[in-house]
């Protein structure tokens, strides 16, 4: 299985451009997990 590692950087307004998608990738990442797909 591929394995990845990922990083990045902030914008100044990071905290008001990421609210609307926040919950949505926090529920994906939690179901990744559970699945055994994404590994922390």
Do not use: F, N
Not at 21 to 36: F, I, M, N, T, V
Request: neutral net charge; aromatic residues 10%.
């Amino acid at each position: 299985m591929p394995k990845y590692v990922m990083w990045g950087t902030y914008c100044a307004d990071v905290l008001e451009l990421r609210t609307p998608y926040r919950q949505a990738h926090l529920d994906g990442l939690a179901a990744q997990k559970e699945s055994g797909v994404l590994i922390t």
